[in-house]
Every structure is written in C-alpha cells, then in structure tokens.
C-alpha cells in the first residue's frame, strides 16, 4: 500500500462501515521505508513529506540526472581481495545513499512517487477525522488545495546544453507535458520523465 500506484481506498461519507473500516485498516498498518528506515503507517504520515528521493536516474558519471548530486563510490580497500578468498556471514557493505533533493512520503519501494499518486481530499472524507487527529492537514506540507500530495511541488530542470531539445516532464496536476528547451528562462514547475534532441535522440546526461 505505501508505494508509488496505490492509496487508499475511497471512502467517501457515503460509503458503508465496511468500507470505511477495510480503508481505516489499511491506514494504520505498519511499514518500514525503504529509502530511510523509518517506522510508519499511512494515516499519521500520508501527506507529511517526512522523507526524501531522487525523482531521476544516475548518470554514466554517477550524477543523479535531476540534483547534479554525486553518488559515494565504493572505496577500494588491500585486503579486499583476499577476503574474497573466505565465505563470511558477514554483509558486505553497500556505498552510503545521498539525500534525496525532493521531499517525499515514506516508501516502501524503489520506484519514486510522482505528481500521478497524489489523492483528492474528497476520496478519503470518511477516514479525514482520523487522519487529522494523528497529524492536522495544517502541518502536512502535502496538503494543497484539495489534494493530498505524496512529493513535493519542484521546478522543473531542463538540460541546458542541449538547446532545442524536447523535455517531457508531469506536472503538479499529473498530467503529462512537453516543453523545448531554449534560451529563455522558464517559470515551469514538474518531474521530467526524458528528453530528446533535435534530432530525436534520448539525452542521458542532464548536468
């Protein structure tokens, strides 16, 4: 239930108790984010923005595509090698992840949330009450007019050097969008999905 593509049921005042129930159910139960580690459940969290993620893709230079952010790379260590020679229980250990440049939702997926998952108020009024007594909408920065929101509202980051380039990107709303890349300055918030050149060929280095 706490990854990107799901949410909860609708429950509107009109629906049954049964309904009400299954969808108050699923808002407490508990889960543990992938991204952070941290302990939540959908009701006191959904909407708060308590997490990070990177909404694009590492480059070939190990750059995140939509923050220039780069990845810590795996130190290389003398006796790595000849540990390989042994079977040990013991878990390799894993480069540390860079903070996120977005807030989030708690997730329990690799896939980041987009504008898409977010959820109009009106589909939970039922399980409101609940939510807001756990965490007042007033506090939940991804409460925005009418809508839940499960990342937060960014500027949009176009590839500079490739002027002409088509970006394709989602907007706050979700709905999918295009733009060109050219020398003026744009004012356009959104997620960038990929780009094209001119030429029609995918760009795969964004800073």
Same mark, same amino acid.
């Given at each position: 239930? *706490?990854?990107?593509?799901?949410?909860?049921?609708?429950?509107? !005042?009109? %629906?049954?108790?049964?309904?009400?129930? $299954?969808?108050?159910?699923?808002?407490?139960?508990?889960?543990?984010?992938?991204?952070?580690?941290?302990?939540?459940?959908? !009701?006191?969290?959904?909407?708060?923005?308590?997490?990070?993620?990177?909404?694009?893709?590492?480059?070939?230079?190990?750059?995140?595509?939509?923050?220039?952010?780069?990845?810590?790379?795996?130190?290389?260590?003398?006796?790595?090698?000849?540990?390989?020679?042994?079977?040990? $229980?013991?878990?390799?250990? %894993?480069? *540390?992840? /860079?903070?996120?440049?977005?807030?989030?939702?708690?997730?329990? $997926?690799?896939?980041?949330?987009?504008?898409?998952?977010?959820?109009?108020?009106?589909?939970?009024?039922?399980? !409101?009450?609940?939510?807001?007594?756990?965490?007042?909408?007033?506090?939940?920065?991804?409460?925005? $007019?009418?809508? !839940?929101?499960?990342?937060? /509202?960014?500027?949009?980051?176009?590839?500079?050097?490739?002027?002409? *380039?088509?970006?394709?990107?989602?907007?706050?709303?979700?709905?999918?969008?295009?733009?060109?890349?050219?020398?003026?300055?744009?004012?356009?918030?959104?997620?960038?999905?990929?780009? /094209?050149?001119?030429?029609?060929?995918?760009?795969?280095?964004?800073?």
């Amino acid at each position: 239930m *706490a990854r990107p593509g799901q949410c909860i049921p609708s429950v509107t !005042l009109y %629906s049954t108790q049964n309904e009400i129930k $299954s969808a108050f159910d699923e808002a407490t139960k508990s889960w543990l984010c992938r991204t952070c580690g941290a302990e939540f459940n959908l !009701l006191e969290s959904m909407g708060g923005l308590e997490c990070y993620q990177h909404p694009g893709f590492i480059q070939q230079d190990g750059k995140w595509s939509c923050c220039g952010q780069s990845i810590y790379p795996m130190r290389w260590l003398p006796c790595r090698d000849i540990q390989k020679m042994y079977v040990s $229980s013991k878990q390799v250990h %894993s480069p *540390a992840k /860079v903070k996120g440049c977005q807030k989030c939702d708690h997730n329990t $997926s690799e896939r980041p949330y987009t504008h898409k998952d977010q959820q109009p108020i009106a589909t939970i009024s039922a399980i !409101l009450p609940f939510m807001n007594k756990e965490f007042p909408f007033v506090l939940r920065n991804g409460f925005d $007019s009418g809508v !839940l929101r499960r990342c937060a /509202v960014r500027p949009l980051h176009l590839p500079s050097q490739c002027p002409g *380039a088509t970006v394709h990107y989602i907007d706050d709303d979700g709905n999918p969008q295009q733009t060109v890349v050219d020398q003026e300055h744009h004012n356009l918030n959104g997620m960038e999905t990929h780009a /094209v050149t001119k030429e029609g060929h995918q760009i795969k280095k964004w800073w």
